[in-house]
């Protein structure tokens, strides 16, 4: 069975700091891993993709995938109140995507 | 259009109903996804298609659950003989070809 697995959270973290967020998966044969940020009652909108082994910056984010131990994480430097969201890692072990349960980020001012 | 669009966006139906949820997705867009998410869960695989052929229903429930996406664009996702189990947010995602995947804004079914 295909799974991934992320800490539920809340993960708080006071305003300016990094939030760090993990996500673990289960089919070594993956090869395509994204992250969508979900505001409460919205639709995931897709914020990170990362294909290769290695860190992967935009902005103020910073995706790291290593395959070798099979989990994927995002960093947000500076955190914003705005950015509290539930994160969703997804994984393409095949041609569709399998979700995380998400981790609830909580930004304090 | 410029993205993935849903209808309707609240659908309410007495139990022992059909429903037709519809996905249009972005123009060009090769793969299209159905999902059902739970209040505070991530997003459950039902079934997707690239072109007009379901590539994978493994994900749908029970054969009360269908979907069809006849010409390689719109998407109808049917469920015959709702129950109230069925009432969640279901999500249409598309995608150009199994990569980036862009999701609409959801249909909430509520089942009475």
């Known amino acids: 069975q295909k799974e991934v697995e992320q800490n539920s959270g809340p993960l708080s973290v006071p305003e300016g700091a990094i939030a760090s967020l993990n996500c673990t998966y289960s089919?070594?044969?993956?090869?395509?891993f994204f992250w969508y940020r979900q505001y409460s009652g919205k639709s995931p909108e897709l914020i990170m993709s990362?294909?290769?082994?290695g860190d992967k910056e935009d902005g103020r984010f910073t995706a790291q995938l290593n395959k070798a131990s099979q989990y994927v994480s995002l960093l947000i430097r500076d955190s914003q109140p705005s950015d509290s969201a539930t994160y969703l890692c997804?994984?393409?072990?095949?041609?569709?995507?399998?979700f995380g349960p998400g981790t609830r980020l909580s930004v304090l001012p | 259009g410029a993205g993935v669009s849903q209808s309707p966006r609240y659908k309410v139906t007495k139990r022992g109903q059909d429903v037709a949820l519809r996905c249009d997705p972005i123009?060009?867009?090769?793969?299209l996804y159905w999902y059902r998410q739970a209040l505070g869960q991530g997003p459950e695989f039902l079934t997707y298609?690239?072109?007009?052929?379901?590539?994978?229903k493994s994900g749908l429930p029970n054969d009360r659950f269908s979907a069809e996406r006849p010409e390689g664009s719109i998407s109808t996702l049917t469920i015959q003989r709702t129950e109230q189990r069925d009432s969640a947010m279901y999500r249409c995602?598309?995608?150009?070809?199994?990569?980036?995947?862009?999701f609409g804004q959801g249909t909430r079914l509520t089942v009475v």
């Open positions: 089919d070594r044969g993956s090869q395509s």
């Open positions: 995602a598309s995608s150009l070809w199994s990569n980036e995947a862009f």
């Open positions: 990362i294909y290769s082994n």
């Open positions: 997804a994984v393409l072990p095949g041609q569709n995507f399998v």
């Open positions: 123009s060009g867009h090769v793969s």
């Open positions: 298609f690239n072109y007009e052929a379901q590539q994978d």
